[in-house]
């Protein structure tokens, strides 16, 4: 079945250590969108690509990093730089040019301990 | 640039009762309009959404929501609540074009009473 696949559903990490977050798509969509969401504050967007080998900076980018080597992988580096990693991260692309659906990921929850 | 601002945090109803969740956006163009669902540690799922073809846009599991641009709104409604629609929904809007991001509002948590 088509969809979008992120792994681990769930990550604990030290501080001070980097983690990546895995994000496939074999829905042969162009853009692909980190998001992170936190009670209360509904999502914010972290990076998004909307070609392979590009990517532009969202609203709250300091301290992750992605690449985009693929069309079909968008993963999400969480650096020690991130003050507060802490959160539940969604991976999303987009459905077609027509009318931006954007499908998500099942999410990540990130834990710092 | 475009904004969305769902009012209040928490709406709770009786089963069968009507739902009636808030959406007001903000955007310099004609927008698209989208309602997400999501339940407890999973993905956002779409709802419905408004692409201006219709003012009034039916989605899944019997919502349906109002464009109103008079009103910069866009209300989601359901006539019947079910005890499986406890979940927290976004309104979200993106500028029409290809691959236009998607701008959040905070979500409401639905939770419906036996």
């Not at chain 1, 079945?1 to 042969?28: A, H, M, W």
């Not at chain 1, 980018?61 to 650096?79: D, I, N, W």
């Not at chain 2, 309602?35 to 989605?59: E, H, R």
């Amino acid at each position: 079945d088509g969809g979008i696949t992120q792994s681990p559903k769930y990550l604990f990490r030290k501080e001070g250590q980097n983690v990546t977050l895995s994000c496939e798509q074999n829905l042969n969509h162009d853009a692909m969108y980190w998001y992170r969401q936190d009670p209360g504050q509904g999502l914010r967007l972290i990076y998004y690509s909307q070609i392979v080998n590009d990517f532009q900076k969202g609203d709250i980018a300091e301290g992750y990093s992605v690449s985009r080597e693929k069309k079909e992988s968008f993963p999400l580096t969480v650096t020690s730089a991130q003050k507060n990693p802490t959160a539940f991260y969604l991976c999303a692309s987009n459905a077609d040019r027509s009318g931006n659906t954007i499908y998500f990921g099942e999410g990540s929850w990130l834990t710092v301990v | 640039a475009q904004s969305v601002t769902q009012l209040g945090s928490h709406v709770s109803v009786s089963e069968g009762a009507l739902v009636l969740l808030r959406c007001n956006y903000s955007s310099s163009v004609p927008p698209y309009l989208f309602w997400y669902v999501q339940y407890p540690n999973q993905g956002l799922q779409l709802l419905l959404k408004y692409t201006s073809a219709a003012t009034l846009v039916k989605g899944i599991n019997g919502f349906e929501a109002e464009f109103k641009k008079s009103e910069t709104s866009f209300h989601l409604t359901k006539p019947s609540a079910h005890m499986s629609d406890a979940a927290e929904y976004f309104c979200a809007v993106s500028l029409t074009g290809a691959n236009s991001k998607l701008t959040f509002g905070k979500g409401i948590t639905l939770s419906v009473r036996p």
